[in-house]
Nanobody
Framework: QVLLVESGGGLVQPGGSLRLSCAASGSFFKVYNMGWYRQAPGKERELVARITSGGSPNVTSSVKGRFTISRDNDKNTMYLQMNRLTIEDTAVYYC?????????WGQGTQVTVSS
């Protein structure tokens, strides 16, 4: 069973930073490509960034230059460093494999950017 737990969200002012973490159970983590996704109110869930099992990152154009994805396979943990946050980044952020496993969606972590 794939179990993923997101943490690190919160309320931050525009221009601020947050670091999200995704803790994975089991040994599967090391062999999977992983991704960060987000769902803003009234919108579909979208991919934000992904990273291969070997650590090669890729971020979408909307967050390029502001967000950095990384992983520590020894700790079964993936991270999303988010800098220069904007109001448009407000969403629930989820981690999952890439492509995602439907049964692996967790509760996510809320990121709210507001002044």
């Amino acid at each position: 069973q794939v179990l993923l737990v997101e943490s690190g969200g919160g309320l931050v002012q525009p221009g601020g930073s947050l670091r999200l973490s995704c803790a994975a159970s089991g040994s599967f983590f090391k062999v999977y490509n992983m991704g960060w996704y987000r769902q803003a109110p009234g919108k579909e869930r979208e991919l934000v960034a992904r990273i291969t099992s070997g650590g090669s990152p890729n971020v979408t154009s909307s967050v390029k230059g502001r967000f950095t994805i990384s992983r520590d396979n020894d700790k079964n943990t993936m991270y999303l460093q988010m800098n220069r946050l904007t109001i448009e980044d407000t969403a629930v952020y989820y981690c999952n494999t890439y492509p995602p496993i439907s049964a692996a969606w967790g509760q996510g972590t809320q990121v709210t950017v507001s002044s």
